[in-house]
Antibody
Framework: EVQLVESGGGLVQPGGSLRLSCATSGFTFSSYAIHWVRQAPGKGLEYVSAISTNGGSTYYANSVKGRFTVSRDNSKNTLSLQMDGLRGEDMAVYYC??????????????WGQGTLVTVSS | EIVLTQSPGTLSLSPGDRAALSCRASQGVGSTYLAWYQQKPGQAPRLLIYGASSRATGIPDRFSGSGSGTDFTLTISRLEPEDFAVYYCQQYGTSLTFGGGTKVEIK
């Protein structure tokens, strides 16, 4: 069974940092690109970041470019999202999600349950 | 950046009705680069359609997708009680963007 499990969310002050993790199982992790998608309370879906199968290519939404860094460890089947300089508008549920095919940009067919990031003083 | 506009914002229908949801792109999207997702409260989204018209694994055939270029449609032929949810379109031809969503609610 394909599983993605996010962790690391919590309360952080504006300007602070947080590192999210995504632990995966049930598929060949190194064969799939992975995306981070977030959803602010009561709002729609927003792309945050993407990383290719070997980590050589990354993508960031303009809203997080220069503040967030995505990485992966194919030996541990895990993904990370380092978030620095957090702002109120970054408050959201963060999902990691597997791209359906081996492509970098593509539809995502499996999602984690999400982890909530709260930015508040 | 390609902007996706979904309409209507809310669709009020009854079980058994046909639903047609629209997704319009600000510029052309390759016909194979459009997906649809369903999201229920408290849950992660679920992939319904990819490549504009291909159903994802396990998706009932009452869900169908069509369109190309800048205009795409998700059709639910006969609404079941479990279909009342929020639906998002997504393009992945030029970077990645989601539409704002259409809520399908019980009339």
């Amino acid at each position: 069974e394909v599983q993605l499990v996010e962790s690391g969310g919590g309360l952080v002050q504006p300007g602070g940092s947080l590192r999210l993790s995504c632990a995966t199982s049930g598929f060949t992790f190194s064969s799939y690109a992975i995306h981070w998608v977030r959803q602010a309370p009561g709002k729609g879906l927003e792309y945050v970041s993407a990383i290719s199968t070997n980590g050589g290519s990354t993508y960031y939404a303009n809203s997080v470019k220069g503040r967030f860094t995505v990485s992966r460890d194919n030996s541990k089947n895990t993904l990370s999202l380092q978030m620095d300089g957090l702002r109120g508008e970054d408050m959201a549920v963060y999902y990691c999600a597997r791209v359906r095919s081996g492509s970098f940009f593509g539809p995502v067919d499996y999602w984690g349950q999400g982890t909530l990031v709260t930015v508040s003083s | 950046e390609i902007v996706l506009t979904q309409s209507p914002g809310t669709l009020s229908l009854s079980p058994g009705d046909r639903a047609a949801l629209s997704c319009r792109a600000s510029q052309g999207v390759g016909s194979t680069y459009l997906a649809w997702y369903q999201q229920k409260p408290g849950q992660a989204p679920r992939l319904l359609i990819y490549g504009a018209s291909s159903r994802a694994t396990g998706i009932p055939d009452r869900f169908s997708g069509s369109g190309s270029g800048t205009d795409f449609t998700l059709t639910i032929s006969r609404l079941e009680p479990e279909d009342f949810a929020v639906y998002y379109c997504q393009q992945y031809g030029t970077s990645l963007t989601f539409g704002g969503g259409t809520k399908v609610e019980i009339k």
